[in-house]
């Protein structure tokens, strides 16, 4: 089964070849349908911001590793046992490339997000099937189309920063990174009543998009004081809810500054694993009563998700696409930060659904 994977460990930015990480398609066998399994065929799997870290070796280097969990798909079989969702052969969905065991201390204490289990069924989904357990897999509405469904996971990470950052109705509230997570995380909490909304993105284009989308203003951090400005937009309060959504270690310095006291900062995104940032005790704790939190997995998010996925334009995120044999080629454009979102049509599959 073709299946995209890293073969070479190794930054995919790097300038020369032989020290650059690569991406190929290659052979992986079909997964075993266990009883309680559900098998799709996928139609759309999309480049996530933290693939190029597994490339890197972040989670592991050996090689080869395979990619994808951000997609979508059709239902082509279904386990003995597996009709506790009443799924059907033919079913359009998509769903969460972690299975919680629902059984280990910390799914039971009610944080699945620390289950010991969750790479019991963690397999590659920019290939041409995949094979995971019914509790992971979710019916797309009949108005979200198989290409706009490969974003209910980035989604529901978009969620459970909502979740984590406490946003009550009214709050001033301002996101640092217009990648994909940010785009929908602003989304996400423009529906949720957010005001003074504001983006801190360097790149135009993601300001714009930002703008479209709901947002109330746009910071250029290279180009403006970004401080000046926040200090504008909140009557210099600062901010109720700050989020990080740039996983980068330059953008967060600073975010602390904007935050109104009794704040809540969401550092959403994954990090260099030897970033350590300077935090001032009694400025940001003390005297300012800052909460400060992060996410790691996005757990009892996936049906609010699965709830916003028609209220949300993900056109934008939607423009590049290319076929399974082209990877290559489209983490290429991935990383040239060409396009927000790079997704992969892994089958050409007739779509039934998405007037949305
Ligand atoms: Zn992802
Ligand atoms: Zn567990």
């Given amino acids: ?34 009883a309680e399994d559900v098998r ?53 969905v998509a769903g969460n490339f972690l299975r919680f065991c629902g059984t280990c201390a910390g799914c039971r204490a009610g944080t699945q997000q620390f289950c010991e289990h969750i790479q019991d069924y963690n397999r590659p989904g920019m ?14 509405p009949a108005s979200v189309s198989l290409l706009k469904g490969c974003l209910l996971e980035p989604t529901s990470v978009a969620v459970r920063i909502a979740d984590k950052s406490n946003a009550r109705v009214g709050d001033r509230v301002v996101i640092c990174g217009g990648g994909p997570i940010g785009q929908l995380v602003l989304q996400v909490l423009k529906l949720n009543g957010a005001t003074s909304l504001t ?58 500054d904007i935050a109104a006291k009794g704040a809540t900062v969401v550092y959403g995104a994954m990090y260099p694993a030897d970033f350590q940032m300077p935090l001032n005790l009694s400025d940001y704790l003390y005297l300012k009563e800052l909460t400060l939190t992060g996410v790691f997995l996005s757990p009892y998010a996936f049906p609010r998700a699965l709830q916003l996925l028609p209220l949300l ?44």
């Avoid at 299946?3 to 075993?32: N, Y």
């Avoid at 911001?49 to 090689?63: N, Y």
């Avoid at 423009?319 to 990877?327: G, I, K, P, R, T």
Wanted: glycine letters at 10%.
């Fill in 313 to 356: 334009d993900l056109d934008d995120l939607t423009q590049s696409v290319f076929d399974l044999e082209d990877a290559a080629e489209a983490f290429a454009v991935h990383v040239s930060g060409k396009f927000p979102k790079v997704v992969l049509r892994c089958n050409d599959i007739q779509d039934t659904g998405g007037a949305a």
């Fill in 127 to 140: 290939a041409e099937t995949v094979t995971w357990h019914e509790s992971q897999v979710y019916k797309l």
């Fill in 1 to 34: 089964m073709r299946t995209v994977a890293v073969t070479k460990i190794g930054s995919l930015r790097d300038p020369a070849e032989e020290t650059r990480g690569r991406i190929e398609v290659v052979d992986f066998p079909e997964q075993p349908l266990g």
């Fill in 199 to 256: 983006l801190i993105e360097p790149i135009a284009e993601r300001r714009e998009m930002a703008l479209r989308h709901g947002a109330d203003f746009a910071i250029d951090p290279i180009g403006e004081d970004q401080f000046q400005r926040a200090d504008e937009i909140t009557e210099g309060r600062g901010f109720n809810v700050v989020i990080d959504a740039s996983g980068s270690s330059r953008a967060v310095h600073g975010l602390l």
């Fill in 40 to 92: 799709i065929r996928v139609a759309y799997s999309a480049i996530c911001g933290s693939d190029p870290h597994l490339a890197e070796g972040f989670f592991g280097t050996d090689v080869p590793i395979g990619l994808g969990h951000e997609l979508s798909g059709v239902v082509e079989a279904i386990g003995e046992r597996a009709h506790r969702n009443g799924l059907q052969v033919g079913d359009r």
